[in-house]
């Protein structure tokens, strides 16, 4: 899968979006469409297997008339005209496909050429169905029949018994060392084996060989096992998603070169064709050289939907450290002494200029360029911004082991609508909340009261030179606690605050993605593109782009004044059940059902780190805020924590007894503070977890790590609510744990 | 992964998918139908798996019907309307046709455009912030403590609760008596049901004020009788804050001009009421109150009041409770209190009167089990004969309206009795078997020497009193005449409330015993204990061994009804008499308001199967007249 996938991914990354800015006039100042994210296609040489996709990919566009963006694609990937067909010109006039496209919003096949079409930028990056995304595959379209054709090598259906049975003896007495190992083949076989007699029309014997060896599987698989149990004729493979999966995809086994000596010369010996074909087929066995692994290590890496990371997958340079930040002139003192006054204390002179000042100077090697991908300017409310956040920040406290987060619990009363997302912003002023009604509510939790801006008429009104304009265009009359804003047509599963608090973006069932004005409260833009439920959407911590992910296995960036994605990353299997941006907005994350957290790279688009080893869907990732770390949880109930530089595991924290829906870092990263539906917050010291680290460069170069199983020191604290399981967590500036959740009472 | 095998998708079997194709009105053959069955179970195992990501992502732990619909969308088949409803739906079968449907009642619609209480929308949706732990140490504010929970409450439960709270523990009585019925019979407060349990956990801090305890008991006696209620783990908390009220040395007793003893006796029965029909909610309930009992009984520190209400608390438990923990340490017991008693100085006056208010408590509850414990015997004794018309409705009055009060004084009744002790035995069975019953003789030997003839209930031999039972009317007019006649009896029933064993506690008049102080005892039990106990010995062993006659002498005049009887006229059979006390002139102590009733002797002289052929008779000659005995007893035994 991933060859393919790779090549794919490259073609996508050529996407670069070149829309007209006058369609999304909702007038953002951070708009700058000058630098907007373009990656230049002339850094990265094209090869020839990247030529030869390209060329599949025109075919596609060509057949289906998208003549603009024929056009387009072949002027950026810089290929000369008479690569192509010479039809193509000829139907170029005629066509406007783009143009037409856009308009086609209740055509017969609305929702593929939709995404097809309205992209006027790319090609087989908007793939028109899930199947095609994920099979990878430009070249042509990988019809489920042709798909499963490759099952159609017809064996003996009684001896499919007979093979695994001798396979599994074999590996039973091999020395222990190999055993773990050559163990992991044997959920693939399996699988692969009884999709083929499905496939072939053995019902019975697929049935029986399903009841013989599925007992074997390891645990974690049980979920994949119950959807493949149901599936018993060849009609119900048609359309089937997990086994589309498994086709498309190889499935990766880490191997020490020793065991799959062993194992290719069992397999030869005895002339075992059936296992070898598939082995060839749809295993991709990741040979390394070297120790054999336990079955512990292989235990903390395996369980994702296709087997573990490629070691190369992890390989690529990842700038994790943060941006430096930007110098800032600090208050003076007299407004210094008016804030200490209105808290009633004692003023003091503080040296905080000279910290600051020393730590902003410093540029981290690990970080990347300033201007790596194009980030808003500041406006002079972000700078009062983060006067405050400094202020604040010089009496945040100290946490440690000794020394505890206080909590504060958010309790959603009379939610019977059913709370599905809930965020806070960066000061803790404002949260809102997203209702499986569709609804999503905005309460300030300061004593300040949330106003509308004054309608047009009003505002002509107003003096507009006074200094306090920004408080005058507000409607006293409109003042209340909360607000409510209607728009979606499904539940609201995502919502995300923008780091200035002047938008919210929330994601839902309907497929869109919505950006809400907070001053007028009001729907700006309605970003489709994802066809199926958006899971979940957050903003960059610079503003400006913002990420979306759902169940069309894509994950997209987006710009909030362009209705299109700038970038789609591709490569999951299943849905993706959560996205988060990387301090430094370089990089996102996103989790899947597939069991697999990816790491992208927001600039070239590119997959950057597989992470595998958790058991179930992930839906909660965190990154530390120094950058390095990423902590991730999931329905295992475990949190698992990685070395993004490195890309390793690096830490399994189990405590929890059910899916951990939030996860959060403290401002200084000493605690992990995990929420979960067991109706706890538990707190891990996450100072000793990364401290402890010694990554030497075997581990680095081999990604075989050994986790000590120190979840019992590290958490540090425990605390039950009263039946309410814990869906958001947050830090506040001063290091007080907010967390949020409805009653189930 | 072990349980793979046994694990079995739900399937729709090839004749529904026909009926239904039926229903549609096409014909299909078996192949077809077995492959579109087939293929259905498939379509919905895969639906199911996908509803599921949406209960997830909508963080929830309940599989709803929208959830389900938004996964048929997804595979764009439609949704299923008119399920969305959040009650489970009541799926019934009809025999004959081994059919299942979704009940699916009209609604009147009119009925319902004319309804006036429209409901009210739910309460705004709002966010509630709370410091659950401070510096990661402590619950400072435990989330959904009592006062902010309140607030989730819907308007109409919240306003609900206000007033019946503000009606009970208000002025207005009638008011008071309204909000306490309603409590016992309204059926939708089940979501009110902590806070009210909250609201009388509060008795600690109003134990000055005996009219609020009385509210609070009222109240818990209106939640314990309200049948749609279920207590669960909350009968704990209602047993501990009633066992408070009966036990606790209570801040408005040391007036003595307050009438905390009334208090005591209702809660008591109020107690024995929770047990006997909540009991088995909270396991060990039984053995745990016995426990707190005796340790009350068995603290001389704790005041005399305390020990009242140990008494009294045992007593209402039955019999059995009685035996078990006061029995056994009466002895040690009777000493302090002797000394009470003794005291004759006026400082000691208010102690003494306490003292014999608990002296008047441990007789009334030795003499019924003294009863209660010959009948059990004469019942175990008889043997389990069986069937006796209206055993059954015995039973069951005796479980429900009162356990452990001694039933209808007439034979017939006896197997009902008989029934109701071994529900008693077999409820709290496990609780007895370390423990080895004093025989029945031995028991009144020493209760008769600690109370000597102020222990009113007799045994006697060959009194043939079995006949008068089933007496007729004539007869009534015959015990009328008798010297304490029945005005005074009527009179005696309220002025000895000890005696009143009945645990109907509704009524207040009859379930809370007057408190009159008993007039002192001028026999003190301990002068006339010598000889009496002799004759008592003599007489309970006669009864015991053999039906010999009781020799004239060893009848005493206190029992004038003995007189009428004809011991001659039927076979000697074992009989015993309660009767309470009445104080008067007479120095000699106790003259009973007489009720005599007969029973078999438990080790009779007449072999068991002359016995066995007796009692049908005595079961058929009952049964016209048993509505006048009922009530002629229960004007003249007020137990």
Redesign the interface.
């Known amino acids: 899968m991933a060859a393919v996938q790779g090549g794919m991914g490259d073609a996508d990354i050529k996407t670069d979006i070149k829309t007209e800015p006058s369609a999304d006039g909702f007038g953002n100042n951070n708009a700058n469409d000058g630098r907007v994210l373009s990656a230049s296609p002339g850094s990265t040489p094209v090869t020839p297997e990247d030529q030869q996709t390209l060329l599949a990919v025109l075919q596609f566009l060509k057949k289906n008339k998208l003549t603009e963006s024929v056009e387009i694609l072949r002027r950026e990937a810089g290929l000369p005209e008479n690569s192509l067909d010479p039809k193509a010109n000829e139907s170029a006039g005629a066509g406007s496909g783009g143009a037409a496209g856009i308009v086609d919003l209740e055509g017969g096949d609305a929702s593929s050429l939709l995404s097809r079409v309205t992209g006027s930028s790319s090609a087989g990056a908007q793939a028109p169905t899930k199947g095609t995304v994920q099979s990878g595959s430009g070249r042509d379209q990988p019809d489920v029949s042709v798909v499963l054709s490759a099952y159609s090598q017809q064996g003996d259906p009684t001896l499919y018994k007979v093979y695994y049975r001798d396979l599994k003896k074999f590996i039973e007495t091999v020395l222990d060392c190999h055993r773990a190992e050559l163990s992991q083949v044997f959920y693939p076989l399996f699988v692969h084996m009884y999709l083929e007699l499905v496939y072939n029309n053995h019902e019975s014997e697929a049935k029986a060989f399903f ?1 013989k060896f ?2 074997d ?1 390891e ?1 974690y698989y ?1 979920e994949d ?3 493949l ?5 060849k ?2 493979m048609r359309g ?1 998603e997990t086994l589309l999966d498994f086709r498309t995809s190889k499935f990766v086994l880490r191997i020490s070169r020793d065991s799959y000596q062993l194992l290719k010369r069992h397999l030869q010996e005895r002339q075992n064709n059936q296992i070898w074909n598939i082995i060839q087929e749809h295993l991709y066995i990741d040979i390394f050289d070297g120790m054999p692994r336990s079955k512990s290590q292989i235990d903390a890496m395996s369980g994702s939907l296709a087997g573990e990371a490629k070691r190369e997958a992890n390989k690529t340079k990842v700038y994790y450290g943060l941006l430096k930040e930007p110098e800032i002139e600090l208050p003076l003192d007299d407004e210094d002494e008016e804030a200490e006054n209105e808290e009633g204390k004692p003023k003091k002179k503080k040296p905080k200029k000279d910290s600051v000042g020393s730590k902003s100077k410093k540029q981290d090697p690990n970080a990347p360029s300033q201007n790596r991908i194009p980030l808003p300017e500041l406006k002079d409310s972000d700078k009062l911004d983060k006067i405050m956040y400094m202020k604040e920040a010089t009496k945040r406290i100290r946490l440690g082991p000794d ?18 997302a809930v965020d806070l912003t960066d000061d803790s002023s404002l ?1 809102a ?1 997203g ?2 009604d569709s609804t999503v ?1 905005v ?1 300030s ?1 300061t004593p300040k009261k949330l106003r509308k801006v004054k309608s047009a008429a009003d505002l002509n009104l107003i003096d507009k030179e006074s200094d306090d304009v920004l408080e005058r265009i507000m409607d006293e009359k409109t003042a209340s606690e ?1 607000k409510i804003m209607y728009g979606h047509s ?2 609201v ?1 995502g919502i995300s605050f923008s780091p200035d608090r002047n938008y919210l973006l929330s994601s839902s ?1 309907d497929g869109t993605v919505r950006l809400w004005s907070l001053l007028t409260f009001t729907c700006l833009v309605a970003y489709k593109g994802h066809n ?2 958006v ?1 979940d959407t957050q903003f960059s911590p610079y503003g400006y782009y913002f990420v979306s992910g759902g ?1 069309d296995r894509v994950a997209r960036l987006w710009a909030t004044d362009h209705y299109q994605p700038l970038r789609i990353f591709s490569g999951h299997l299943a ?1 993706i ?1 959560c996205t988060r941006f990387h301090p430094n907005s370089n990089y996102v994350a996103t989790g899947s ?1 597939d069991r697999t957290i990816r790491l992208w790279d927001v600039l070239s688009g590119n997959c950057v780190r597989i992470f595998t080893g958790h058991k179930g ?1 992930i ?1 909660s990732l965190a990154f530390s805020p120094n950058g390095k770390f990423l902590a991730s949880g999931a ?1 295992d109930g475990r949190v698992l924590l990685w070395d993004i530089g490195h890309g390793l595991m690096v830490g399994e924290l189990k405590g929890h007894t059910d ?1 951990i ?1 939030s996860l959060r870092f403290s401002r200084d990263g000493e605690i992990l503070a995990s929420g979960s ?1 067991d109706n706890t917050v538990r ?1 891990w010291d996450a100072m000793k977890a990364f401290d402890d680290l010694e990554t030497d460069d075997f581990t680095a170069a081999t990604g075989h790590i050994h986790l000590q199983d120190n979840s019992q020191e590290l958490l ?2 425990t ?1 039950t ?5 814990v ?1 958001h967590l947050h830090f506040t500036r001063r290091n007080l744990l907010l ?2 959740g409805v ?1 189930q ?1 | 992964m072990a349980d793979r095998e046994e694990r079995r998708f739900a399937e729709v079997s090839r004749e529904s998918v026909r009926l239904m194709a039926e229903g549609a009105g096409v014909e299909l053959g078996d192949d077809v139908a077995a492959l579109l069955a087939e293929d259905v179970c498939y379509r919905l195992r895969e639906a199911t798996q996908s509803s599921s990501q949406f209960m997830r992502h909508a963080k929830r732990r309940k599989l709803t019907v929208e959830d389900f619909n938004r996964a048929l969308r997804w595979s764009n088949v439609e949704a299923i309307c008119g399920y969305g409803a959040q009650d489970a739906l009541p799926f019934r079968s009809v025999k004959e046709g081994e059919l299942f449907f979704v009940e699916d009642r009209d609604v009147n619609l009119v009925e319902l455009a004319l309804a006036t209480n429209i409901p009210k929308g739910c309460a705004e949706t709002m966010v509630r912030v709370n410091v659950s732990y401070l510096d990661g140490k402590g619950n400072l504010e435990p989330q959904g403590t009592v006062p902010t929970a309140v607030q989730s409450l819907s308007d109409d439960l919240l306003k609900y609760y206000q007033q019946i709270t503000r009606a009970i523990l208000g002025e207005d009585p009638h008011l008071m008596k309204v909000a306490l019925l309603d409590l016992q019979s309204n059926s939708k407060i089940a979501a009110l049901l902590p806070y009210f349990v909250y609201v009388i956990s509060g008795v600690k801090s109003v134990s000055h004020d005996l009219e609020q305890l009385n509210r609070l008991m009222h109240m818990v006696k209106s939640l314990v009788q309200n049948p749609y209620l279920y207590l669960g783990s909350y009968v704990r908390s209602l047993v501990s804050s009633v066992m408070y009220c009966i036990l606790e040395p209570l801040a408005a007793s040391i007036n003595p001009l307050n009438d905390h003893w009334t208090l005591r006796d209702y809660a008591a029965l109020l107690l024995s009421h929770i047990f006997w029909t909540h009991g088995d909610l909270v396991s060990g309930l039984y053995h745990q109150i016995l426990l707190s009992l005796q340790k009350v009984l068995s603290d001389p520190v704790r005041p005399l009041c305390s020990h009242y209400g140990a008494v009294v608390g045992l007593h209402a438990l039955g019999w059995k409770a009685v035996e078990r923990v006061l029995f056994p340490h009466l002895p040690a017991y009777w000493a302090n209190l002797q000394a009470v008693l003794d005291d004759y100085s006026v400082s000691n006056a208010q102690v003494k009167a306490d003292g014999h208010k608990v002296y008047g408590a441990i007789l009334v509850a030795v003499e019924r089990l003294l009863k209660m414990k010959a009948l059990s015997l004469s019942q175990s004794a008889e043997g389990q004969s069986g069937a006796h018309p209206g055993s059954v409705v015995g039973a069951v009055s005796y479980r429900v309206n009162s356990p452990g009060l001694s039933p209808p004084p007439e034979p017939l009744s006896e197997a009902a009795l008989g029934i109701a002790s071994h529900l008693q035995v077999g409820g709290a069975g496990c609780h007895w078997e370390e423990w080895t019953p004093v025989p029945l003789p031995a028991m009144y030997c020493e209760l008769y020497s600690f109370f000597g003839d102020s222990l009113a209930v007799r045994f006697s031999t060959g009194t043939g009193f079995g006949t008068h039972s089933p007496c007729t009317p004539s007869q009534l007019s015959d015990s009328r005449k008798e010297p304490p006649g029945p005005a005074s009896n009527l009179d005696t029933t309220r002025k000895m409330p000890q005696l009143t064993a009945n645990l109907n506690i509704s009524p207040r008049q009859d379930g809370s015993p007057r408190t009159d102080p008993p007039p002192p005892s001028l026999s003190g039990p301990g002068s006339v204990r010598s000889l009496p106990r002799a004759s008592s010995m003599q007489r309970s062993r006669s009864s015991s061994s053999c039906s010999r006659q009781r020799s004239a002498g060893l009848s005493r005049e206190v029992f004038p009804k003995a007189r009428f009887t004809s011991p001659q006229t039927t076979p000697p059979a074992f009989s015993f008499l309660i009767g309470g006390r009445q104080m008067g002139q007479r120095c000699q102590g106790r003259r009973p308001f007489q009720t005599m009733f007969a029973t078999t002797p438990p080790v009779s002289a007449i072999p068991p199967r002359t016995y066995a052929h007796k009692l049908p008779v005595i079961g058929r000659v009952g049964k016209p007249v048993r509505r006048w005995t009922c009530s002629h007893y229960s004007l003249h035994l007020p137990l």
Request: proline residues 7%; aromatic residues 14%; negative net charge.
């Open positions: 009841e599925s007992g599987q645990c049980e096992l119950r959807i149990s149901g599936l018993t004729k009609e119900h089937n020394n505890l987060p206080s909590v504060c619990f958010y309790t959603f009363l009379n939610a019977y609508q059913g709370l599905t949260i909340g209702f499986a509510r309460w939790v909360s499904g539940p599963y069932e199926y439920p899971w169940h849905d059940t059902s869907p839906h329905t899916t829906y539906m707190l540090l604290g605390y609510t009263k039946s309410t399981p869906i967390a949020a009653s009472l």
